[in-house]
């Protein structure tokens, strides 16, 4: 029987959105479904890796066992349960939505509707691909999603250079079918020497194997 191309092989990925608090009750979150971050986790456990899989808030659920969830609800906690892993790990494979900014200060009662015009003021989280980026060994993988609207391979390949990463998945909001909800995805895979490969609309779960291949592949170079 052939073996499985990532025994011994521990994998992080971040999934799902994240929620910034304003108040006790109340956040500032996105419509991330965490379906293509949990498809991923699966098809990496189906090949053998040890998968630490940091999740924010979702419904979603995993198929293997042996996948270590750690869930995280802000992004300040999906950058610490992404440092404490990041050492340990040969690759990691970042899906989350992070929120870019979360409120500059958070209410400790509820905030009460007495004014007509209210204003949050925001701060910048911290990117947590980037600084994996910046303490990335020789012989780790990094891989990085962009989500893009308009000249997506440029902010893609400007992105992978940013965040130094080994290879970014574009998927492109004007494609139907591909995005935040949706079961299936439309991907354009770009690595370090900027060579490209074009998916067909698929299922996330093939995404997720078209992926994994990738990341094999990188791996074993
Ligand atoms: O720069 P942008 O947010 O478009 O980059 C998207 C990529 O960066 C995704 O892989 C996402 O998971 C990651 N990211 C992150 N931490 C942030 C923002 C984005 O890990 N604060």
Known sequence: RK???????????????????????RFIGNHSSGKMGFALADELASQGADV????????????????????????????????ENFDSANACIMCAAVADYTPAHVAQQKIKKTEDHFNIELKKTTDILKTL?????????????????NNEEQHAIDK????????????????????FKSDTNKVTLIDRQLNKTTFELKSKAEVANDICLAVVDLLNK
């Not at 073996?3 to 009750?25: C, M, Q, R, S, W």
């Open 3 to 25: 073996k499985l191309p990532l025994v011994n092989k521990k994998v992080l990925v971040t999934a799902g959105p994240t929620y910034e608090a304003i108040d006790p009750v």
């Open 133 to 149: 980026g910046q303490q990335k060994r020789d012989d780790q993988v990094l891989v990085g999603f962009a989500l893009e609207t």
């Open 52 to 83: 630490i899989l940091v999740a924010g808030p979702t419904a979603q659920k995993s198929e293997y066992k042996s996948i270590k969830r750690i869930d995280v609800t802000s992004a300040a906690e999906m950058l610490d349960a992404c440092l």
């Open 160 to 179: 992978l250079k940013k965040k130094n990463l080994d290879l970014i998945v574009l998927n492109s909001l004007n494609d139907s079918g591909a995005g």
